[in-house]
């Protein structure tokens, strides 16, 4: 079992930056992929970032290239999501998700485990 919990979110103006993290629980989380997706109100949850198990590669959605980066600490259980030059159009519920393979996937429904979500809001 794998328990997640985001944290990090909260209120930036546009162009500021945040830096997510998701803390998860488990013997095996060094062995999983994690991502990154997000829901804003109203719209379905949409793929952000995605990270394999060794960190050595990663995959991003167009809005989020040159902007979002997201890297692990293996030795901390974490994953990160820095976000810079944020924009209001960015605001929405980010969740991290883990799941039991070691590549990464920008598909939602190959996930395992999800966290709660941190909300994210950019104002202009």
């Known amino acids: 079992q794998v328990h997640l919990v985001e944290s990090g979110g909260g209120l930036v103006q546009a162009g500021g930056s945040l830096r997510l993290s998701c803390a998860a629980s488990g013997r095996t989380f060094s062995s999983y992929g994690r991502g990154w997706f997000r829901q804003a109100p109203g719209e379905d949850r949409e793929f952000v970032a995605v990270i394999s198990a060794s960190g050595g590669s990663t995959s991003y959605a167009d809005f989020a290239k040159g902007r979002f980066t997201i890297s692990r600490d293996n030795a901390k259980n974490t994953v990160y999501l820095q976000m810079n030059s944020l924009k209001p159009e960015d605001s929405a519920v980010y969740y991290c998700?883990?799941?039991?393979?070691?590549?990464?996937?920008?598909?939602?429904?190959?996930?395992?485990?999800w966290g709660q979500g941190t909300q994210v809001t950019v104002s202009s």
């Open positions: 998700a883990s799941r039991i393979r070691s590549s990464g996937s920008n598909t939602e429904r190959t996930y395992d485990y």
